[in-house]
């Protein structure tokens, strides 16, 4: 055995003679990095993330340290692996310059890993990408097509717009070389530089003239994407290309007819991938052109008879050729072969395809309704799948097919679906119930069998709008009310639960409970029911654990108005007092008012508390909306000039009260939607605090109505004419007359109540230009109620032309003069113009 003393003393006499010895040069030259490979296989024997964490954190340390020490021998070694733990999720940001001087490098196979590192980790967002530029140009125009290839997909990748105006001369001389795999490489790329700078497309326009006529697959393929491109991004374009439908035709014949061909067969159709993109280019051409489609028509034909629909190949094909044929102006023997198709299509036992089945299905309704028609009792076993989005898309296409003469079959089966579906699909079932219901309800009285199925079934899962819509359709059926009432009643007493049946039920007894004792029902069988039964009924309604607070307020609503029906008052005055103090807020509010009108206010009560009119729906503005006001669903006040009335919110209450002075005023601000149920207008009263309208004294204290009151006092509740005969005897007057802008009130009383004044108001405009986006407000001391209708428009005429008129509403029942603050906003000639005038001036008749 050698001793280590020989091995130094024959080292040393080696460094004598002029050698360098074997262990330095070990020593100064790093270790060859591993390869690929033996990492892939190192990496995947890492049992936790940690473990393989570690791996690559060393690893790329180790290719760091070799990038430093500029080690090209092994760069594209390095690189490799980098690309692979980039691939893995890790950060390789550090190896972009090595993949540029891999570019750089003579070596093919430094060129192509650099490419491809460039592809992954450079993009147009960094800088670094444009010291590429110049390579690309030079491979561009290298002598190797592989190189030149290289190059193209790379452009193709990641090139930034600079980047292809720059290059874009050299891709299209590419684009008219014969060597056809540079010819499909060039056209890709020329689809992503019109992408990035649409403006070079007419630079590609002479190179695309032949390219059709290539024999190459891979050519053709790439010439047809880029023609499609170029179509769906320019008209014109689109114009210039359909004199080439002849020859797509006649590809896609050559195609089908075509023998066995190995090279291009797929499950025994020959090139599937051009055939699909020859049909999309079609559907682009034939698109709302006669000529176009009437060429293509046969051969559609020829693809939707011919294909073989035993492989997903061909349905691809059949699919896209519906989609073809669906969307040119195609004749209606080939539409109804598509729709067949379709439905063939439901039959497959591939999800995937039944679905993409239901969704063309579902687009094509409209159009041809009839044809989908013919495939309903497919469409409505597809309910059936176990698959939720097959479940869904026949579910939402089953709605489609609803009409009047099949309303009674679909709506059977569509509920049978909603008893049993996840209730994922019943919000959205109920909703389609109660709209195609509304819609083709062969009577009133399946309509409402049919909605108190829906919300026995699925009550809990009904949209919000659900409850009052429902209200409006009983009580527009005035015939059905006695039908109606007991029938609620009955499920009322099988189940509680389902909160919108409840709040129902409940406003139904409250309205209609004296038809519910009497037996009035004609419809079925009469059933005996006393008060006290009723009113056990709505009380456990009030202390059930299962009622919400809303249903708690319907149920209190519908107590109080039985005291104009029933005659056991002192049980509801013991109900009603009892929840005065109640800890629910809403609930104390209401109990607290129907105590009010038992003491102060009983001679109103029955007035009050009568029947709902019958909501008449308007031609323009669709069914009256229904308002959520105090807990009682009550319709909006009806009016042929003006829209609905609507609330204001409190933040733009609180608003005006700045812009009007902080005085003790009750705001009331013109809006366009209802941004909050009628309910905020106590809150709003509730808020104001003791402010006075004016510095001078306040007013002696007077019996206040209760500042909570229902707003619904303010409206019409009884069939009778809004207005009296005495309107006429109140005189006219001024109320703002500045600027070129006159403000006149006309008054009215309304009838039933003579402690309303109706106000309208006449703006009109002597000035040479119109005034725009005009707002009328205003506001009136906390013992008036005020609602202000929506305006008849926001522009004023200039010169006397026309009018705005606008509605407002005081209730006054202290008999107290009037006195009310305006504000106005408007623009005149492009400037924005705000006045705040005070009213008090107003008739004596007016207020008394």
């Not at 009924?537 to 609503?557: A, D, F, H, I, K």
């Not at 926001?794 to 006397?800: D, K, R």
Request: proline share 5%.
């Amino acid at each position: 055995m050698t001793s280590w003393s020989a091995v130094v003393g024959s080292q040393c006499l080696s460094l004598h003679q002029g050698h360098l010895p074997t262990c330095l040069c070990v020593f100064q030259r790093m270790p060859a990095p591993i390869r690929l490979r033996e990492l892939i296989r190192t990496i995947r024997t890492a049992r936790t993330q940690a473990e393989e964490r570690e791996m690559i954190q060393k690893e790329c340390a180790a290719i760091r340290s070799s990038f430093r020490e500029e080690d090209n021998t092994y760069r594209c070694r390095n690189v490799a692996k980098l690309l692979y733990m980039h691939m893995l999720g890790y950060p390789a940001h550090f190896g972009q310059l090595e993949c540029l001087k891999l570019i750089a490098s003579q070596k093919f196979t430094d060129k192509r890993i650099g490419y491809l590192g460039a592809m992954l980790l450079l993009d147009e967002r960094q800088d670094v990408h444009l010291l590429m530029t110049n390579c690309i140009k030079n491979d561009l125009n290298h002598s190797t097509q592989y190189v030149q290839g290289l190059a193209l997909c790379t452009l193709g990748c990641m090139g930034s717009s600079e980047m292809c105006r720059d290059l874009a001369g050299e891709v299209e001389k590419l684009l008219k070389t014969s060597n056809s795999y540079l010819r499909k490489k060039a056209a890709l790329c020329a689809v992503h530089v019109i992408r990035k700078v649409p403006e070079l497309m007419e630079m590609f326009l002479p190179a695309t003239k032949n390219l059709l006529s290539e024999k190459n697959h891979g050519v053709l393929h790439t010439s047809v994407v880029l023609l499609t491109e170029m179509c769906e991004r320019s008209p014109d374009m689109l114009s210039h290309f359909r004199k080439l439908v002849p020859q797509l035709v006649r590809i896609l014949k050559n195609l089908i007819m075509s023998g066995y061909s190995p090279e291009h067969d797929v499950s025994g159709i020959s090139d599937p991938f051009l055939q699909v993109r020859i049909l999309r280019l079609l559907r682009i051409l034939g698109r709302s052109d006669d000529d176009s489609s009437e060429a293509m028509n046969d051969i559609l034909a020829q693809v939707a008879t011919n294909t073989e629909t035993s492989k997903n190949v061909g349905n691809a094909i059949l699919y896209e050729t519906v989609l073809t044929i669906m969307d040119i102006k195609s004749e209606s023997g080939l539409r109804v072969l598509a729709i067949n198709i379709l439905g063939r299509f439901l039959l497959n036992n591939d999800k995937n395809i039944r679905y993409v089945a239901l969704t063309s299905l579902l687009k094509t309704v409209q159009t041809d309704h009839n044809a989908v028609q013919r495939h309903r009792s497919t469409i409505v076993d597809c309910l059936k799948d176990l698959d939720v989005s097959i479940k869904r898309r026949a579910m939402e296409l089953s709605f489609a097919l609803v009409n009047g003469n099949n309303i009674r079959g679909m709506m059977k089966e569509l509920l049978y679906f909603l008893d049993s579906c996840d209730p994922e699909f019943k919000a959205d079932c109920a909703s389609g119930v109660f709209l195609a219901a509304e819609k083709y309800a062969p009577s009133k009285r399946w309509h409402i069998d049919t909605i108190m199925r829906v919300l026995t079934t699925a009550g809990s899962y009904v949209r919000d709008d659900s409850v009052p819509n429902l209200i409006q359709l009983i009580t527009n059926s005035v015939e059905m009310h006695a039908y109606t009432v007991q029938r609620l009643y009955k499920a009322l007493l099988d189940d509680i639960s389902q909160q919108p049946l409840v709040q129902v039920s409940s406003w139904c007894i409250g309205e209609y409970g004296d038809l519910l004792v009497s037996g009035q029902c004609e419809e079925e069988e009469p059933i005996q029911v006393t008060e006290d039964e009723v009113l056990d009924v709505l009380e456990g309604l009030l202390l059930s654990n299962l009622s919400t607070p809303v249903t708690r307020g319907y149920s209190l609503t519908a107590i109080m108005k039985l005291s104009t029906r029933f005659s056991s008052v002192n049980r509801i005055k013991k109900v009603v007092s009892v929840y005065g103090s109640s800890i629910d807020v809403e609930l104390q509010q209401r109990a607290v008012e129907y105590n009010a009108l038992f003491k102060k206010y009983d001679h109103m009560r029955p007035a009050l508390l009568e029947r709902m009119p019958i909501m008449e729906k308007t031609a323009s503005n669709g069914p009256t909306e229904i308002v959520q006001t105090n807990g009682e669903t009550e319709p909006s006040v009806p009016d042929t000039k003006h829209p609905p009335l609507v609330t204001q919110p409190a933040n733009q209450a609180n608003d005006l009260l700045d812009l009007l002075g902080g005085n003790d005023v009750v705001p009331v601000i013109q809006t366009t939607l209802p941004t909050k149920p009628a309910s905020a207008g106590g809150e709003l009263l509730d808020l104001l605090g003791d402010l006075s309208l004016s510095g001078g004294p306040a007013p002696a204290p007077v019996p206040s109505v209760p500042v909570s009151q229902p707003p619904f006092l303010l409206d019409g509740l009884s069939s009778q004419p809004l207005f009296t005969d005495i309107a006429a005897v109140i005189p006219p007057m001024t109320a703002y007359n500045k600027n070129g802008l006159k403000i006149e009130f006309t008054f009215e009383r309304a009838n039933p109540n003579p402690n309303i004044a109706v106000i309208t108001i006449h703006a009109t405009n002597t000035t040479e230009a119109d005034m725009t986006e005009f707002v009328f407000q205003a506001a009136v001391p906390k013992t008036f109620q005020l609602q202000l209708l929506s305006p008849s428009s926001n522009i004023v005429p200039a010169l006397n032309q026309g009018s705005i008129t606008q509605i407002i509403r005081v209730l006054n029942p202290q008999k107290q003069q009037l006195r009310m603050r305006v504000k106005l906003t408007y623009t005149h000639k492009g400037l924005p113009v705000q006045d705040l005038a005070e009213v008090n001036n107003f008739p004596p008749q007016s207020w008394q």
